[in-house]
């Protein structure tokens, strides 16, 4: 008798997930190229993309307000290993967390048209939308964000991050 020691079984999973309210509308403005944020009713902080609840006080946010398409680097990683699902991303590439003016808290973002040396926390970027007649109800719609050339966004104080008022 031969024990097992490991067995393969390929798994997927298909599912259809469909968006609320606030995330509905987020992606229909994308189509015309407009950044939506929710606001918290009760904080007042602008969430982009709206989640529909507040993270801080999980409360219903009701409000969407529109929010720009620059920004800064609030952090960021540089990946130097192909991703096999993903094979349009060559290494080294920069994934960013970026807060749009007028938001408090961004979202995970591709950074390009600078070497991932270059990239620093703070700097100021500007969405790079697909062209008007390729544009959809997605978050696709921005290929990636580069550099404005504009000075940097100090944050000399991590703790305010996301903070209304904090460090903007």
């Keep these: 008798v031969e024990l097992v020691q490991s067995v393969r079984t390929p798994a ?3 599912y259809i997930a ?3 309210v606030a995330l ?5 403005a994308m189509k015309e190229k407009k950044i939506l944020g929710g606001v918290c009713p009760e904080t007042g902080q602008v969430f982009t993309p709206p ?3 507040s993270p801080m006080s999980g409360r219903l946010t009701t409000e969407l307000v529109e929010v720009a398409d620059v920004g800064y680097i609030e952090s960021f990683n540089v990946t130097r290993l192909p991703i096999k699902s993903r094979p ?4 080294p590439y920069v994934s960013a967390w970026v807060v749009p003016d007028g938001s408090n808290v961004g979202a ?3 950074v390009a048209g600078i070497e991932p040396e270059e990239v620093r926390t703070g700097m100021r970027v500007r969405a790079v939308w697909k062209p008007d007649d390729e544009l959809e109800e997605s978050a696709t719609n921005i290929l990636h964000w580069e550099p404005t050339g504009e000075p940097d966004v ?3 104080d991590l703790r305010v991050i996301g903070i209304p008022g904090g460090n903007k």
């Design 51 to 53: 989640r529909g609840v």
């Design 154 to 156: 100090v944050i000399d």
């Design 18 to 20: 469909t968006p609320g």
């Design 24 to 28: 509905s509308a987020y992606l229909k």
């Design 12 to 14: 997927a999973i298909d």
């Design 88 to 91: 349009d991303l060559n290494p």
């Design 108 to 110: 995970i973002s591709l």
